[in-house]
């Protein structure tokens, strides 16, 4: 069989040395067939990119913020699976293709996103977060969104782990996306600047009755901030984003506290 073709999305603000670490962990995946294609949203300096042909560059002028620059990226990549990955991410050798099997071995499957090395699945992953949860992580109470997978004992060595269970979201740091879903619900939602936009994105697939597994294979990359600076422009943008999301998504069946 053929590896799988998939395009990647490498969003970009002022990352340096980051954003080369990760587009060559794309390029160093092993059995799969991968182009990159990495939206720079207005940094200064502009980024670089490694000099191959599987990668290309586009500037903003400015930071159109990540689902528009994410749609913008997806629109010239022409591959069935799409893979959204965060400049401060690195994939480990085999991380793609694990998550390109759970995608091809279950036709029901539209999104598949890998558990981050040295945290729990549950920091990345899970059923979706209700206002409690939100105002709860919003004040540092806790990094962890509500369990979706069974009780099962912690494992220490996920890259070695063929598990995979369904959850409600997972977070856009690394999601592997059924393309034609993608197009179908019309990619995310760019009224979103900077999040929720990625959980907003797993509902609307699922709502239409798809599903969104988490892969017990291992991808490097940091854990996100429990505290946010809420006074400032960005923190202000986000919040209102989060409202935005909570009254999208209010109804009981599609929430988790």
């Not at 480990?92 to 890998?114: F, K, M, S, W, Y």
């Amino acid at each position: 069989m053929s590896a799988p073709r998939v395009g990647v999305v490498i969003l970009t603000w002022n990352d340096g040395d980051l954003l080369d670490a990760a587009v060559r962990s794309v390029l160093e995946s092993v059995d799969v067939d991968a182009e990159v294609v990495v939206i720079d949203n207005g940094s200064d300096p502009p980024a670089v990119v490694p000099d191959d042909q599987r990668v290309r560059l586009i500037r903003n002028p400015t930071n159109r913020g990540v689902a528009a620059a994410r749609n913008q990226g997806a629109a010239v990549l022409t591959s069935r699976l799409l893979l959204f990955l965060d400049s401060d991410a690195r994939l480990r050798p085999h991380t793609l293709q694990r998550l390109c099997q759970a995608i091809e071995g279950a036709p029901d499957v539209a999104v598949a996103a890998p558990v981050f090395a040295g945290q729990l699945p549950e920091a990345s992953a899970g059923r979706a977060p209700g206002v409690a949860r939100k105002v709860a992580r919003l004040a540092g109470v806790t990094a962890r969104y509500a369990r979706s997978r069974p009780s099962s004992p912690l494992r220490t060595k996920l890259d070695m782990v063929d598990d995979e269970w369904d959850v409600d979201f997972a977070i856009g740091a690394c999601q592997l996306i059924r393309r034609e879903l993608f197009d179908r619900v019309g990619g995310l939602d760019e009224g979103f600047f900077y999040g929720p936009e990625d959980v907003d994105f797993c509902l609307r697939i699922k709502e239409l009755g798809w599903r969104v597994l988490q892969v017990g294979v291992a991808c490097d990359h940091p854990p996100r901030r429990r505290n946010r600076r809420l006074l400032t422009r960005r923190g202000l943008r986000h919040g209102w984003a989060v409202i935005r999301y909570l009254w999208r998504h209010r109804q009981p069946s599609h929430l988790a506290t």
